[in-house]
């Protein structure tokens, strides 16, 4: 047999990365600004090279095969470290992982004993540190290559059968080797983290004034947190309540955004996020049954899952303002009985109000007599100043005469 690289399963880390961003998605509630409803059921990755290169070993059959701890990069950017869980199959360049579980093994030869494998990984390299090891398993000149060496060879040993040669390995190799066989004892693999996290729809349009959107969060945790992004005075609303949401959000929850009324036309972003943990000895495998090495998480890390959805608003309908009413579009008031001839209406004032003598005029009418026009006022005057003095003279006369007669 060739030396080769064995990388661990990715099927079954991909997919457990998978599910667990969709599980995290939907427990925080995600992004995703805009956003994706839940990832698939397991996480995905890419194999992206070696992370810690180890010695070569020989199997007791005769075999020369190298060890390798390799780089999968799940979708959101986490690289992990992997061991190969599939000695009889190569490692393919860039080849695409999904996690999947340990019952879908589907390297070749027999999956022999994992819960032993879950052991090594717990009680080996990277796990535990180079030093600690040393320290553990007494074996004083032991360095990262040895370690490397020694804990792929007791995976496979428990995934397909493989046994070291006592001759042509580094003495530190197998001693490790050794001490990992004779002291795994079964060990319950980690629980593929069940999560998911959506908010749907995507999109949603409105105007201000109004609730925009009836979003939907589903997770399969109790809550999830949800963040507004956008101008000031938005408030997520519950619209089964009518309340305004404050602090998580629980699953199942319809919601939308109130929008104030004197907003601009605008837009805001709705996302969340969680995260969980993908524990060590999950199983990646070929994507979509693509033959390359099966590969198995060597350490445990916390990983995000987002969503989150896009809501857009025109600007409401604004009332329009009520003018104030001016001097000219007042009507000129009527002159009471007691105005002087300052009080009446000059001739900047509106044209449309009528002259002070025309309304007394109309009042006469109203009266019963008849108009007084400005001629018959002179001619009234004429007539008074006449008989006037008429009876002046008269007057005059007839004191003349009773004087001419008593003298």
């Known amino acids: 047999m060739?030396?080769?690289?064995?990388?661990?399963?990715?099927?079954?880390?991909?997919?457990?990365?998978?599910?667990?961003?969709?599980?995290?998605?939907?427990?925080?509630?995600?992004?995703?600004?805009?956003?994706?409803?839940?990832?698939?059921e397991g996480a995905t990755g890419k194999y992206v090279g070696n992370a810690e290169k180890g010695h070569a070993v020989k199997t007791a059959g005769g075999a020369e095969v190298g060890t390798t701890l390799f780089k999968l990069k799940l979708d959101d950017g986490t690289v992990l470290k992997t061991y190969c869980i599939d000695f009889e199959t190569d490692i393919v360049g860039g080849a695409k992982y999904e996690e999947d579980a340990w019952d879908n093994y589907p390297g070749k030869g027999d999956f022999a004993e994992p819960a032993k494998v879950h052991w090594v990984l717990q009680n080996s390299f990277p796990k535990v540190d180079v030093a600690s090891l040393a320290a553990n398993t007494e074996i004083g000149a032991l360095n990262q290559k040895d370690a490397v060496a020694g804990t792929q060879a007791a995976i496979w040993h428990f995934s397909n059968g493989v046994k070291l040669g006592e001759n042509g390995n580094d003495p530190e190799v197998?001693?490790?080797?050794?001490?990992l066989v004779e002291n795994a004892v079964e060990e319950k693999q980690s629980e593929e983290p069940?999560?998911?996290?959506?908010?749907?729809?995507?999109?949603?349009?409105?105007?201000?004034?109004?609730?925009?959107?009836?979003?939907?969060?589903?997770t399969s945790a109790e809550s999830a947190?949800?963040?507004?992004?956008?101008?000031?005075?938005?408030?997520?609303?519950?619209?089964?309540?009518?309340?305004?949401?404050?602090?998580?959000?629980a699953n199942g929850t319809k919601f939308g955004v109130q929008i104030p009324e004197d907003a601009e036309a605008g837009e805001a972003g709705i996302s969340s996020s969680i995260s969980t943990t993908v524990h060590m000895g999950r199983l990646f495998k070929g994507s979509k049954g693509k033959e390359t090495q099966t590969l198995i998480?060597?350490?445990?890390?916390?990983?995000?899952?987002?969503?989150?959805?896009k809501l857009?608003?025109?600007?409401?309908?604004?009332?329009?303002?009520?003018?104030?009413?001016?001097?000219?579009?007042?009507?000129?008031?009527?002159?009471s009985p007691s105005e002087t001839p300052d009080d009446k209406p000059t001739p900047t004032e509106s044209a449309e109000a009528p002259p002070a003598d025309?309304?007394?005029?109309?009042?006469?009418?109203?009266?019963?007599?008849?108009?007084?026009?400005?001629?018959?006022?002179?001619g009234l005057v004429a007539a008074a100043v006449a008989a006037l003095g008429a009876g002046a003279a008269v007057m005059y006369?007839?004191?003349?005469?009773?004087?001419?007669?008593i003298g």
């Open 358 to 378: 025309e309304d007394e005029g109309k009042d006469d009418e109203a009266d019963g007599g008849l108009p007084v026009t400005g001629a018959a006022l002179g």
């Open 2 to 40: 060739s030396v080769m690289s064995h990388p661990l399963p990715d099927t079954r880390r991909s997919r457990a990365v998978t599910k667990f961003a969709a599980t995290a998605a939907a427990a925080t509630l995600a992004l995703g600004l805009a956003a994706a409803p839940a990832a698939a």
């Open 194 to 218: 069940d999560m998911s996290l959506s908010i749907t729809p995507a999109e949603a349009e409105g105007k201000a004034g109004e609730t925009v959107g009836e979003f939907l969060l589903e």
């Open 312 to 335: 857009t608003w025109t600007a409401g309908d604004k009332p329009t303002p009520t003018p104030s009413p001016s001097e000219t579009d007042s009507p000129s008031p009527s002159p």
């Open 225 to 249: 947190p949800v963040e507004l992004s956008g101008p000031e005075g938005l408030t997520l609303v519950d619209l089964g309540s009518g309340e305004p949401i404050e602090g998580d959000v």
């Open 297 to 309: 998480s060597a350490e445990s890390k916390d990983i995000p899952a987002d969503a989150g959805a």
């Open 174 to 179: 197998k001693k490790l080797y050794d001490y």
């Open 397 to 405: 006369l007839s004191r003349k005469r009773r004087t001419s007669s």
